[in-house]
């Protein structure tokens, strides 16, 4: 359903009027090294308005899912509960809001299901219903100078707000990036090769300043040091988002495994440990010396006892878990400390010089 008037067809055409040319060729340099994650959906129809070339651009009312984003291979949602009469009552109401396809013309504000399913039962003492729901919202109709169609609406969360206009540009930057040749076009607009076409120019990464983790044994960047052997820098982290770095990998500070094993001595150190604690979680599960156990549930956390409904099945599935650890566990000490007895010192990687396929992968 198409919602655009005169106005509109005009207007989105001069969005990008007041944008200077640098501000477009900065947004530009952007998308074409695929940085777009900090462009919003206004920023997006100012692009496509300036750089012409057949791009189309349409006022709608999308037909989005209620889940907040599209997943890959159009899994239903699940509704849970404990208790049978409310998961009736929700799937009383889905029945209400139940279509057999998509509408062709959706109405705004409005939910619609499909493929709602009868209610079934999941661990012992729940219930749960499977669907797909959508809603209409207010949205774009993009349309690619090749003929590519892309709809973009507003999530569940902004239409209960009532603030349709922000919506999430991430799909969007997906889509045009993967299902269409804006790269290309905004590279000719540059007068660039393709950002990918650049990197395949450039020489191949070398090994200099580079050595082998001892606990990841992958090939790692080292820190020189004055009056000492180089060590591994830190890798195998995680940002969380807020500046702060959260974990790593064991073999950060030490020597490269072509100069020391030291590191290495030091995962097995850690995963005796973790044996040790796993081997004693394992006989209390067994002897029955374990009251209690966290049982998660659609994205619910409980604590189960001896007694309650799910308690025989999740106590069999926890004790399965922990004995599948502990073979992986025994498995990759064996690994780690032939290693560690077959260890003699190698030189480090030279310049140019290919990478060494790992002597150990851990899963």
Known sequence: MIREGIADRVAWRYAAAAMS????????????????????????LEVLARLGGGWKVEKTVAFVTTQGYETADNRP??????????????????????????????????????DL?????????????????????????????????????????????GDYKKMTPYALAA??????????????????DTHEAERDKKKPKTRSASGTCSCCFRNIKLKARSNAPPTIVLHGYERPGWG???????????????????????LVEVLDKSEAHHKDFLRRLENGE???????????????????????????????????LLARLVKDLQVLRKLIVDWKPQPLPEEGQAIKPPPVQFR
């Not at 340099?29 to 994650?37: E, H, N, P």
């Not at 889509?175 to 660039?192: A, P």
């Not at 025989?312 to 878990?321: M, V």
Request: charged share 25%; aromatic share 10%.
């Open 117 to 161: 399913s009868d209610v079934k039962e999941g661990q012992p003492g729940s219930w749960y219903v499977t669907y797909h729901e959508f809603v209409g919202t207010d949205g774009f109709l993009f349309t690619s100078p090749e003929g590519q169609v892309f709809e973009q609406g507003a999530d569940l969360n902004q239409v209960e707000r």
């Open 244 to 266: 702060q770095i959260r974990g790593s990998c064991y073999g950060v500070g030490y020597q490269p495994f072509e100069l020391s094993c030291e590191g290495t001595e030091h």
């Open 290 to 324: 374990v009251d209690q156990l966290l049982y998660e549930l659609s994205g619910n956390a409980k604590m189960i006892k001896p007694g309650d409904l799910a308690w025989d099945r999740l106590l069999a599935g926890r004790i399965d878990e922990t004995k599948k």
């Open 21 to 44: 040319e640098d501000k477009f060729k900065e947004l530009l340099l952007k998308i074409r090294k695929g940085a777009t994650t900090s462009l919003t959906i206004k920023q997006w």
């Open 77 to 114: 949602q699940h509704h849970f509960e404990y208790d049978i009469g409310r998961i009736q009552a929700v799937h009383a109401r889905l029945k209400q809001q139940e279509v057999s396809s998509k509408p062709s013309a959706p109405k705004f504000g409005h939910k619609y299901v499909i």
């Open 175 to 192: 889509w045009l990036d993967k299902k269409t040749k804006l790269k290309e076009q905004v590279s000719n607009y540059l007068g660039m």
